[in-house]
C-alpha cells in the first residue's frame, strides 16, 4: 500500500519484505495442518476482504492522525502495527449472529462487522450524530452487533461472559469475542469474568492481545510467567497465533470460535504482536525509549500489512488488484471523512443533552430512597430520558 511519511512509523515507510521475513511467514501457516487447511479453503474474495480490512484500519487510524496534526484532535489511540489481530479474528466470526466487544485498539473490529466509517469519525469528533450522541469516544453500535468499549479495561470481559450466557440459555448457535489487552490481564474483572465463562462453558472467544506494553510499562515489568499458565488454571482451551500474521490469527480464530460455538466452552486465543507506536499520539517517543529501538527494528521489519500484500503476490494477485482493492478504501476514508467534518460543522450536541439518555446519582440523596425532582438538581438520584 501506499505509504505516508508524515503519518507512518519510520520503519514501515520504505517497508520492503526483509531476508527471511515471507519465508518465516509461510512457515507460520503451514506448521499446523488444521490452520493450513483453513486458510487454503480461503475463497480470493475472502482473500481480499482481509487485505481491505487491514488497510481500512491502517487509513482510519491514519485520518486520525492527521487530524491530530492539524489540530482537530487533542489526541488519537492507534492499532499501528496491530491490524492483523482484529482483523483475522472479527473475519473468522459469522459476522452476521456474533458479537464482538473491541478495545480501543481494535477500531478495525467496527467496520468489519458494518459500522460506518463516518459514524466511526464521528465518534471522535463528539457529533449529536455519533452513535454515542456525542458521549463518548468509545464506539460501538448493537445495531452492528459492537459492543461498545467500556473505558476500564477488561470490563467487557464478565460483560461478554453474560452474553455468552444468554446465547446459551436461548439454544443460539453464536459466539462473542472480546480483545484483553497484557496489561488489561492484571485486573479482577479480567479473572473473574474468565472464571465465570469457564466455569459456566458459554461460547465466548477472548482475544488476549499481547503488544508487549501497557501504557508505559514493558511486559517484562508485569508479567513473569506465561499466557498459557491461566487457560490451564481456568481450565479453558487456548490458541497461540502470531498476531502480525492476519492468516495465522484467522485460522487461530476460526478454531476458537469453532469450538466455543460447538459448546465446548470458551476459548482463548493469544496474540503475539506490537504496539508501533506510543500509548496514543501524546507518547510516542516515550514509547521508542521505554521499548528500544532493537524492538522496534523486529516489529517494524512485521508490518502485518506489508507482508501480507507480499505473500498475496507470492501467490499470484495482481498488483493492480491490490491498487484497486487499496483505491476503493481510500475513496471510502475520504468519504466518510466529508461526512464527520459535515457533522462537526452544523450537528454538535446541545450542553442539556449532556444529561439525556444516561443515569446520574449524587451524594447527598437519602440512603434507599428514590427521588425524582420536577428539574434537575445536584443532591438527587433521578432518571433521565433516554433518546
Ligand atoms: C481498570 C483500569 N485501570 C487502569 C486504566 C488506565 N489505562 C488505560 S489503558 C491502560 C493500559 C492498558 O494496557 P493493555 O491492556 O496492555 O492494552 P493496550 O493499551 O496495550 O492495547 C491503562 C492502565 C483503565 N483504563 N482501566
Ligand atoms: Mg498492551
Known amino acids: 500500500m501506499k505509504r505516508y511519511p508524515m503519518f507512518d512509523p519510520p520503519e514501515y515507510v520504505d517497508w520492503k519484505p526483509a531476508s527471511g521475513i515471507l519465508e518465516e511467514y509461510q512457515h507460520t501457516i503451514s506448521r499446523d495442518p488444521e490452520r493450513a487447511r483453513l486458510i487454503s479453503s480461503l475463497s480470493p474474495n475472502q482473500l481480499l476482504d482481509m487485505y481491505a480490512g487491514m488497510v481500512r484500519f491502517r487509513l482510519h487510524d491514519i485520518t486520525l492522525r492527521r487530524w491530530v496534526k492539524q489540530g482537530i484532535?487533542?489526541?488519537?489511540?492507534?492499532?499501528?502495527?496491530?491490524?492483523?489481530?482484529?482483523?483475522?479474528?472479527?473475519?473468522?466470526?459469522?459476522?452476521?449472529?456474533?458479537?464482538?466487544?473491541?478495545?480501543?485498539?481494535?477500531?478495525g473490529a467496527c467496520h468489519e462487522m458494518g459500522l460506518p466509517l463516518a459514524d466511526m469519525l464521528r465518534?471522535?469528533?463528539?457529533?449529536?450524530?455519533?452513535?454515542?450522541?456525542?458521549?463518548?469516544?468509545?464506539v460501538g453500535?448493537?445495531?452492528?452487533?459492537?459492543?461498545?468499549?467500556?473505558?476500564?479495561?477488561?470490563?467487557l470481559v464478565p460483560v461478554v461472559a453474560g452474553i455468552a450466557l444468554a446465547f446459551k440459555q436461548r439454544g443460539?448457535?453464536?459466539?462473542?469475542?472480546?480483545?484483553?489487552?497484557?496489561?488489561?490481564?492484571?485486573?479482577?474483572?479480567?479473572?473473574?469474568?474468565?472464571?465465570?465463562?469457564?466455569?459456566?462453558?458459554?461460547?465466548?472467544?477472548?482475544?488476549?492481545?499481547?503488544?508487549?506494553?501497557?501504557?508505559?510499562?514493558?511486559?517484562?515489568?508485569?508479567q513473569a510467567g506465561p499466557f498459557t499458565a491461566w487457560s490451564k488454571a481456568y481450565g479453558i482451551t487456548a490458541f497461540s497465533c502470531d498476531g502480525n500474521n492476519v492468516l495465522d490469527t484467522y485460522a487461530a480464530t476460526k478454531l476458537a470460535a469453532d469450538l466455543a460455538r460447538s459448546g465446548s466452552g470458551p476459548a482463548i486465543v493469544t496474540a503475539e504482536t506490537f504496539r508501533m507506536g506510543g500509548h496514543a499520539t501524546h507518547d510516542e517517543a516515550e514509547a521508542r525509549e521505554i521499548c528500544g529501538a532493537e524492538l522496534f527494528e523486529y516489529w517494524g521489519k512485521r508490518d502485518p500489512i506489508g507482508m501480507y500484500e507480499s505473500w498475496l503476490e507470492a501467490q499470484g494477485v495482481s498488483k493492480t488488484t491490490l491498487d484497486e482493492t487499496e483505491q476503493k478504501v481510500i475513496a471510502?476514508?475520504?468519504?466518510?471523512?466529508?461526512?464527520?467534518?459535515?457533522?462537526?460543522?452544523?450537528?454538535?450536541?446541545?450542553?442539556?443533552?449532556?444529561?439525556?439518555?444516561?443515569?446520574?446519582?449524587?451524594a447527598a440523596a437519602p440512603a434507599g430512597k428514590w427521588s425524582e425532582p420536577e428539574s434537575p438538581k445536584a443532591g438527587s438520584i433521578r432518571k433521565t430520558p433516554s433518546r
Open 123 to 138: 465518534e471522535y469528533l463528539a457529533t449529536a450524530d455519533s452513535p454515542s450522541h456525542g458521549k463518548d469516544l468509545h
Open 172 to 222: 443460539e448457535r453464536r459466539v462473542v469475542l472480546t480483545w484483553i489487552g497484557d496489561g488489561a490481564t492484571k485486573t479482577t474483572a479480567f479473572h473473574e469474568g474468565m472464571n465465570f465463562a469457564a466455569v459456566l462453558k458459554v461460547p465466548a472467544v477472548y482475544v488476549l492481545q499481547n503488544n508487549q506494553i501497557a501504557l508505559g510499562t514493558r511486559l517484562d515489568q508485569h
Open 332 to 362: 471510502e476514508l475520504a468519504q466518510a471523512e466529508k461526512e464527520a467534518l459535515a457533522s462537526r460543522e452544523k450537528n454538535m450536541p446541545k450542553p442539556e443533552t449532556a444529561i439525556a439518555g444516561v443515569y446520574a446519582e449524587t
Open 141 to 155: 453500535s448493537m445495531e452492528y452487533g459492537v459492543i461498545a468499549p467500556v473505558s476500564q479495561v477488561a470490563a
Open 73 to 107: 484532535l487533542a489526541k488519537a489511540w492507534l492499532g499501528t502495527g496491530e491490524e492483523a489481530v482484529t482483523i483475522g479474528n472479527v473475519h473468522a466470526l459469522d459476522r452476521k449472529i456474533d458479537k464482538v466487544g473491541p478495545m480501543i485498539r481494535n477500531a
